[in-house]
Structures are given as C-alpha cells and as structure tokens.
C-alpha cells in the first residue's frame, strides 16, 4: 500500500504556480520522496525527487518540511500541457522490494486556460 | 538515444490464448520493472528483474503469469490462457541501477482480451 496521501484532483490556472500537496507522516529516516506523473494513457514520466532539502530543477521544485511528513510539489508556471495525475512516492534509495515504486492513486491536475 | 521500447503497442488476444509482451530497456540499464494499470486505476507493481535474474515478483500474479530478462533480447512478460480481467495497460520500466532515481517508463502495451 502506498504510503501518502494526496488530494483526489486539484485544478489551477494557466500560468499560475501549481502547488500540489502530500503527506507522508509515517516516513523512515532513509526513505526519499520522489514524484512522477501520468499523463493520459501514457508511462509515467519522473519528476523530482529529495530527502531533506528543497530540491528544483528545470521541471519543479520539491520542498519538504523540517520533520519530513509532508512535501510540496511546486510546478512555477503551469501550462495546459502539464495537465495530468501526479503521485508523490516514498521509497528506500536501496535494497529489496521496499526500494520498488509503490504507486497510490495521485492527485488529478487539471490546468485551465 | 533510444527510450524504453515496448511492442506491440496495442494486443488483442481471445480468451485463453497467450500474450507476449516485450520491453527493451534503455542502453545501459540493466534493471527491468513491470507494472499493470487496469482501466481507471493506479499502476500496480508486478515484478523486478535483472538481466537472467527475477529479484522481486511479489506482484505476480500467481498463474498464468511469468516474467523473464534473458542475458540477450528484451525482457518479456507472458500472459497464458488470457481472461477478460487481463485487459490492461502495461509498462515497463528501466533504471540504470538500484537506487537510481531514473526510472524510465515505456509507452506501455495495451492488452485487449476480448
């Protein structure tokens, strides 16, 4: 079973920032926080991932908070294109199959024009 | 540089034949996951290989259902004696290592038993 919870769907402007949230308040010291997302009928494609730190790239930004149980998927200037369903993920960075990605049932982001 | 490539993209099999799907993993990655994602559902963990190694098949269904990396060729997961319930998309992932971040996902195949 996955181990966060999300908001079922979301909608934002075009344009605007989408800030998607998620909590993991049973996450282990050695678990990451990794998001990826869906859009439809296609694989899923990665997004960002972090431990401790705020993280960003040309895609997103990953903050987490101080104690780790819950993070914010921030994507800066939401376009019609990044419609689409979002899943936040804790997962060990090694080891069996609790390193697998478990997937739960995301967040539906709809970016209206 | 090619992605993950899955074929076929579409399979229609009558119930009870048997289903072949194939992923060819990104040059370089040598760890294959497979998932299925039945119709408005999330995607579902069914098996982890290495090349000539199953690692985790915890997702697996019991019967019918076998998964293989060979040392040479893409990995395939095999369908036996399809049923109705087998219709699913079905995605294969790639990574380069364990603990890399960069799984790749394939376009899937989407499997059709009718």
């Known amino acids: 079973d996955a181990k966060t919870t999300q908001p079922t769907s979301m909608d934002c402007a075009e344009g605007r920032a989408a800030n998607l949230p998620c909590n993991h308040s049973?996450?282990?010291?050695?678990?990451?926080v990794y998001w990826y997302r869906q859009i439809h009928s296609q694989g899923p494609q990665y997004i960002i991932h972090?431990?401790?730190n705020n993280e960003t790239n040309e895609m997103a930004s990953l903050i987490i908070t101080e104690d780790r149980k819950s993070s914010t998927l921030i994507l800066p200037h939401a376009t019609l294109r990044d419609t689409a369903v979002y899943y936040c993920?804790?997962?060990?960075?090694?080891?069996?199959?609790?390193?697998?990605?478990?997937f739960g049932k995301g967040t539906k982001l709809s970016v209206k024009p | 540089n090619a992605g993950v490539m899955q074929n076929p993209r579409h399979l229609v099999r009558r119930r009870g034949q048997e289903a072949r799907l194939r992923c060819s993993p990104m040059?370089?990655?040598?760890?294959v996951y497979w998932y299925r994602q039945l119709p408005e559902e999330g995607l579902k963990f069914m098996v982890y290989?290495?090349?000539?190694?199953?690692?985790?098949e915890s997702g697996m269904p019991k019967e019918r259902f076998s998964a293989e990396f060979p040392k040479e060729g893409p990995s395939i997961l095999r369908i036996q004696q399809v049923v109705r319930g087998d219709s699913a998309a079905y995605f294969c992932?790639?990574?380069?290592?364990?603990?890399?971040?960069?799984?790749?996902f394939g376009s899937g195949t989407r499997l059709t038993v009718v």
């Open positions: 992932a790639s990574s380069h290592s364990r603990g890399n971040y960069g799984y790749t």
């Open positions: 049973t996450i282990s010291g050695n678990e990451y």
């Open positions: 972090g431990l401790k």
């Open positions: 993920i804790v997962r060990v960075e090694h080891g069996g199959s609790q390193g697998n990605l478990i």
């Open positions: 040059k370089g990655h040598s760890h």
């Open positions: 290989l290495q090349k000539e190694n199953i690692i985790d």
